[in-house]
C-alpha cells in the first residue's frame, strides 16, 4: 500500500491548500511506475473518509493526473528516464547496463486545485440558487 502513504500525504497538501474551501480539481503529478487507478481510489476513499468525520473540502473532487517518466540513476554512470517497459514496481532495468535498480522517484506532488465558488463554499448560499 505504498500509494496510500503517497495520496495521505496529498490530501494533507490539498486540506492546507483548501483552507476551508471546497476542492472541485485538484492536479498533481506522480511517477509513471506508480498505479495511477490506485491514487484515484485512494484518494476518493480519503476524501470520503474526511467527509464523513466533518470535512467536506475534498469531497466529490475530480483528482487529475499527470504522470512523469520514471527516473533512473545507475551505478554504472547512466542516468535518465526510463520507458514504462523497463520499469517494475518501484524497480528499474538500467538501459546502458542492464541492472537492475530502485527508481529515484518523485513522490506524488500537488501542483494546483481549483475551489467552488465561495458562497456555496461557505454555506450561504441561498435555497433558491441550488440546483
Ligand atoms: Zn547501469
Redesign the pocket.
Known sequence: MHELSLVEELVAQCRAAAGGRRALVVWARCPAATDAEEVDECFGYLAEQLAAAGDPSLQGAVLRLETVASHIR???G?EGDLDDGQVAGHMGV?P??G?AGELDQPPLELMGMSFAPSAVAQGTARADELP
Open positions: 545507475c551505478g554504472c547512466y538500467c546502458s547496463c541492472r
